[in-house]
């Protein structure tokens, strides 16, 4: 079965300090990759997806990036952290079957506090 | 711009009865829809979904339906339970693998 792990489960970090997430997946192969955020009374905002090694999408323009360094890893970094990067931050994987979307599996999550 | 709206934050419910959740969308080449479910300081977990071929897809309590034409997604738990109580969020996905998230509505079930 397939698992998603993600690490740490809670970060408090000063602002303008480095940030590194890191989410790895089991199970499963050449899967889709998504960090999504989820700040204080907001929904989910997606931040990065990846459909392979190096590809990387952004979607909002922010100081922070994404990386896949292997199939089945991606990581979250910044390297100055803002009083606004605080909130939820979810790893998620997808994969394709049959040419047809597949469900989105979500990780435990990490709760970053930037004081 | 947000893509999906779930307009209702919060929704209140007796035990037993029916709990509504609703959500709008404006893309119309979305071609599927799902249903998250989560509690506080965890991931959400899928729920259940439906493809843009369909307008019903039913799993134990809970049913989706879509309105392609209004743009519109509903999810019906029945009968609800004081343990459904959490934020649900709607998420609706294109073949880019890209997925847009309303913003959540939260489901309190009164035993």
């Known amino acids: 079965s397939q698992t998603i792990h993600q690490w740490p489960a809670t970060l408090v970090q000063p602002v303008g300090s480095p940030l590194s997430l890191e989410c790895t997946v089991e199970?499963?192969?050449?899967?889709?990759l998504y960090w999504y955020r989820q700040a204080a009374g907001r929904g989910l905002q997606l931040l990065f997806y990846?459909?392979?090694?190096?590809?990387i999408s952004s979607e909002v323009p922010q100081n922070l990036s994404a990386s896949r360094p292997q199939d089945r890893q991606f990581i979250l970094s910044s390297k100055k952290l803002l009083l606004s990067d605080s909130g939820f931050y979810l790893c998620?994987?997808?994969?394709?079957?049959?040419?047809?979307?597949?469900?989105?599996?979500f990780g435990p999550g990490t709760r970053l506090t930037v004081l | 711009d947000q893509q999906v709206k779930q307009n209702s934050p919060s929704l209140s419910v007796q035990e037993g009865r029916i709990s509504i959740l609703n959500c709008d969308y404006t893309?119309?080449?979305?071609?599927?829809f799902l249903w998250y479910k989560k509690y506080p300081a965890e991931g959400p977990t899928f729920l259940i979904s439906?493809?843009?071929?369909?307008d019903k897809n039913e799993d134990g309590r809970f049913t989706v339906f879509l309105n392609k034409s209004a743009k519109h997604l509903s999810l019906h738990i029945v009968p609800s339970q004081p343990g459904d109580s959490a934020v649900y969020f709607c998420?609706?996905?294109?073949?880019?693998?890209?997925?847009?998230f309303g913003s959540g509505t939260k489901l309190n079930v009164k035993p």
């Open positions: 439906i493809s843009s071929i369909k």
């Open positions: 998420a609706a996905s294109y073949n880019f693998n890209k997925f847009y």
């Open positions: 998620a994987w997808s994969s394709w079957r049959d040419g047809n979307t597949d469900t989105q599996y």
């Open positions: 893309n119309s080449m979305f071609d599927y």
């Open positions: 199970g499963t192969s050449n899967p889709n």
């Open positions: 990846s459909v392979g090694i190096g590809q």
